[in-house]
């Protein structure tokens, strides 16, 4: 997975002191059942899955699970980052049921890489952090996000903070030792963490010249 460059700001509440004691709490409970998340989060602390499952589940998060709701460019850029982690996220089951997600979506090649380009303010961070946030959750990985200086990376940081934080999945947030990383457990089962880091980098390693 490649992950796309986001430079625009994101306008909302990044996660307080008072949130994150709430999610050490949290993690020190037992899971509740919840009336307001959808059923396959309504079971026990580690679930029999599909692969398909982990796919369904990554589009619903990001469609309606956390905390925004897509506008136009927003689905648009997020339908070509599915197309890119489609067959990551349905693993060894992409060669039996690669043909009808093709077909479901209207992918006649499946693309390595997702890349947008728009002005300030189209919500370019709103997506890659609303899709990080749903990838950590619904499947074990190690994301690495890379941003032009260490503002923008802490500003990716706290908007996947906030996509978690400010959803029914606060509960799933781990301990992290590092400010720039973030630990997140699988729905599906909750001894699985993902690791997500956050990293500044020089304009070289961004846009390295061929």
């Not at 059923?39 to 990554?58: G, W």
């Not at 469609?63 to 980052?81: A, C, E, S, T």
Request: with cysteine; proline share 3%; aromatic share 10%.
């Amino acid at each position: 997975m490649v992950a796309p460059s986001c430079y625009s700001g994101l306008t909302s509440a990044y996660a307080s002191e008072a949130q994150l004691k709430c999610v050490a709490e949290l993690e020190r409970c037992t899971l509740r059942k919840r009336s307001d998340v959808d059923p396959l989060e309504r079971t026990t602390v580690k679930q029999v899955h599909s692969d398909e499952d982990v796919f369904n589940k990554f589009v619903w998060l990001v469609r309606h699970g956390l905390p925004y709701r897509l506008h136009v460019f927003q689905r648009n850029f997020f339908d070509k980052i599915l197309q890119v982690l489609a067959e990551y996220l349905l693993g060894d089951s992409w060669t039996r049921v690669s043909s009808y997600y093709r077909q479901q979506y209207g992918w006649k090649t499946m693309n390595r890489v997702a890349f947008a380009m728009a002005a300030r303010r189209f919500g370019k961070t709103v997506v890659s952090s609303q899709t990080q946030a749903a990838l950590a959750i619904v499947k074990q990985s190690r994301i690495v996000t890379l941003s032009t200086g260490q503002r923008a990376s802490d500003g990716m940081r706290n908007a996947v903070l906030h996509c978690i934080l400010s959803s029914p999945f606060a509960h799933l947030m781990g301990q992290a030792k590092k400010a720039e990383e973030i630990f997140v457990r699988n729905i599906f089962d909750h001894n699985s963490l993902t690791s997500l880091r956050f990293l500044p980098a020089s304009p070289q390693v961004l846009h390295r010249r061929s």
